[in-house]
């Protein structure tokens, strides 16, 4: 009865989480695509460099905290002890505050240094600045909004998403059309800043309405302040590490690379693959079912969201990869087509990133963030050293094969780190996975990505909107045929899929 009750949320809260991801990024890609094709590479580059050097200063801590939050007020909603929960989020959220203002006040004092002596780009200094203010309330909204997934209410999450969107593309939109050209980039990060004032407003009345109880003051025990701390400390180093591993490579190159253009083209496909990866994950859904659920069956549930995860994710990742040069060009213009073969490379982080991130769920679902925290460290180390020699190594021959050197460095740590969680799940959550759930969409998708590289390099000299769109239906369609003749989807697969979208 409880799996069935936890099998029912899960899919209610997918379904709404799902709604919430497309809104999100539908929004990110209007919006990515509006700075793209409007700052071209050179501004667009400038931008992304000042959003990741400021993101590094506030996303880790925010993972950390956020991902305590959920964790703790979730365990104590599920033994139905509200005072308990009150007083998990009242001191976590406490920490929250007082981590967000360092943060903030560190990047404003800091934004000068590192602009004219780090990157040597006098021009970030402003746009760190009105950065320094942003992920301030882009911190405090963020902790709030995880009340959504703590009380499983997703719904309200994809309604802040659709104002936060709507709002986030007016305002650019009001910018690019009365701001002169020069102050393009300032104007959209003060509007960004605007924009997650309102929704800070908006979130922080909408979840009164059903998580009114945990705004009383509460306390908690020394021992449970204890035991969150060290959660927590875990979880910080970790998404500390985990970040500068996402965001090494951009780093890297704004330091290595002289002209600001390449970064910009490089963030082009960064945005397109990180839009796909998170469109496809639901990691914060499934943190809260995976804590309640029990040892039992906990193997089996993650064995099933892996399975669909995978069907997914893979063939998207190949057809992705053999159609990087028309994405590229339909989505950014043709500025954007030279670094197609970045994109082909990164498309493949979709797998890692996406199902990784379940894994790592099932880690804080048990309280055991220090195995992926290692996992992380020593990943992030094999990422930098290899970011730097291949960086440094390929820049000699040209920037784009600079970018190539990148990505790959990312690719090898990325899967390193992988096969090492799984490796250790094995090990200390003595769970396994069903290798045959990997194997048969990748055999799948490699016959669908030879037949498309086939055709787009020896029949298709020019891919046109109506040839892109009929390669992505044909690859559709032979990945599908692969999969049912080796057992890949069965007709059950198919009923669950057909149920999952009539339940609501």
Known sequence: MEEKGLKKTSIKN???????????????????????RFLLPEGFGAYSLAMTVSLIFISFMD?????????????ALG??????????????????????????????????????????????????????????????ENSY?????????????????????????????????????????????????????????FVFFYVKKFAFFLFNKEEIEKSDKKKIMKFFYYLLIGGATGLIFSYVDILMLGVFLPEIKYIGLYSAAVAFTWGIAGLLSFNSVFLPIFTQIKENN????????????????????????????????????????????????????????????????IFAAKEQPKFTTKIT????????????ILIKSLLVFSPLWALVGAVTATLISRYFALIMLILMMKKKLNLKLILGDWIRPL????????????????????????MGISEIIMGILIYILVMLLIGGISKKDFQIFRGTLTRQ
């Open 145 to 201: 909004s995880s009340l959504f997934y703590i009380f499983k209410y997703t719904k309200g999450k994809a309604i802040k998403e659709l104002v936060k969107q709507f709002f986030k593309i007016l305002i650019t939109i009001i910018v690019f059309l009365s701001v002169a050209k020069v102050y393009y980039i300032e104007g959209v990060l003060l509007g960004l800043t605007l924009t997650n004032i309102l929704i800070l407003i």
């Open 443 to 466: 055999v799948a998708s490699i016959v669908m990505f030879s037949v498309l590289f086939l055709l787009n390099n020896y029949l298709i000299k020019e891919i046109t909107l109506l």
């Open 14 to 36: 997918s379904l709404w989480e799902l709604i919430s991801k497309i809104v999100e990024k539908i929004g990110g890609f209007i919006f990515t695509i509006l700075l793209a």
């Open 79 to 140: 033994k139905n002890d509200n005072k308990l929960a009150r007083g998990y989020f009242n001191f976590i959220f406490r920490k929250k505050i007082i981590f967000s203002l360092i943060a903030s006040f560190l990047l404003l004092v800091l934004a000068y240094p590192l602009s004219m002596y780090i990157f040597k780009k006098p021009f970030l200094f402003p746009l760190l600045f009105i950065l320094g203010f942003y992920i301030l309330i882009l911190a405090i």
């Open 63 to 75: 993972y950390a905290i956020d991902g305590t939050l959920i964790r703790y007020v979730s365990d």
């Open 377 to 388: 460290i020593y990943s992030l180390f094999i990422n930098i050293v290899l970011s730097f």
């Open 298 to 361: 906990l193997e089996h549930s993650l064995n099933s969201v892996l399975k669909y995860s995978c069907i997914l994710t893979i063939p998207i990742a190949f057809g992705v990869a053999v159609l990087s040069k028309f994405i590229l060009f339909l989505i950014y213009g043709e500025q954007y087509i030279g670094v197609s073969i970045v994109l082909s490379l990164m498309a493949f982080l979709i797998i890692e990133t996406v199902n990784g991130s379940f894994i790592i769920t």
